[in-house]
């Protein structure tokens, strides 16, 4: 392993610890969300016919860990497929120069 | 006379025992009252868990009309309905799973349905608040089974304030109860999540009777 790409597989790893930081920080959910559940404020007439608040969903983006199936929204945005996409990446680079580091030896 | 006054107040206790109890508001009779709200605000709520996370689906197109005599609770009759398709978990896949064939069916079913059989345990909160145990058949996925709902039941005069909401007199009831899904032939798997077997189901809504 030379220098670059040794380089490579700290900046993959790095960034991968950020991403489930993040995730972390975000909640931890499980499933990446794009709306999530809000009570409406309680009028008067409410607590006077004895209900209790209605619940809506609200548009919001939740980082989650995986997304909710195969789904072509931002809900496709996840931890886990950063993570694989942050992996793709470094594989690729790290290949490229392996491959760079024979060419200069010959 | 003492032998009277045992016998007169005996009397009075059974009676008051075997009194129909309802409403103490200024109107009387039987009054239909319709929850039918076209602004959406009427609403169901289903709530279960998974392993990994809680669900919560919730429907605004809660339907239904009830009857009863304002005197006495216990002549309720009537029904509620709640399209299928008008549920929202708040996840688009989940939803469309939620109405698949392995689910609600939502094709084959289009409805749940709670239809009021009896009431008992009644309890007078205040002159114009209820609660009780509310017993009906409720049918979802082509399936019909009896439970009992806890239900909360308050009567509002129409005023000033309650005219804002709507015409008439008001009837807000919140009702809840629990189901198993496997009594209802549904398969506890959504999004390769296993759900809890129970449901839990609840009802807030508001009708009127100038509707």
Known sequence: MNTKQKNVVTLGIILIIVTFIIWLLSGGDFFTKTQILVEKETTELDKMLGVEPQKEYEDKFVFGLVPPGIVATAEMISASTISALILLVSGILFFKYKTKNKMETI | ?211
């Open chain 2, 1 to 211: 006379m003492k032998t009277i006054l045992q016998t007169f107040f005996i009397a009075i206790v059974a009676v008051s025992f075997t009194a129909a109890q309802g409403f103490k508001v200024n109107t009387s009779g039987e009054q239909t009252f319709n929850f039918e709200d076209k602004k959406g605000r009427n609403q169901a709520t289903f709530f279960s868990t998974t392993p990994l996370e809680d669900i919560t689906g919730i429907s605004n197109s809660v339907k239904g009309k009830v009857t009863f005599n304002v005197s006495d609770i216990k002549t309720l009759k009537g029904s509620i309905s709640i399209p299928v398709a008008s549920l929202d978990t708040g996840i688009e896949l989940r939803n469309e799973h939620l109405l698949s064939d392995n689910w609600m069916d939502a094709e084959s079913y289009p409805n749940i349905t709670f239809e009021i059989k009896s009431v008992s345990d009644i309890k007078a909160e205040a002159d114009n608040k209820i609660t009780a145990k509310v017993t009906g058949d409720f049918t979802a996925h082509g399936v019909t089974k009896q439970v009992v709902a806890d239900v909360t039941i308050t009567y509002l005069l129409e005023s000033e304030q309650t005219k804002s909401r709507a015409p008439g007199d008001l009837l807000g009831v919140q009702a809840k109860f629990n189901v198993n899904l496997s009594d209802y032939d549904i398969e506890n798997m959504i999004i390769g999540q296993k759900v809890a077997e129970e449901i839990e189901i609840s009802i807030n809504m508001v009708g009127s009777n100038a509707m």
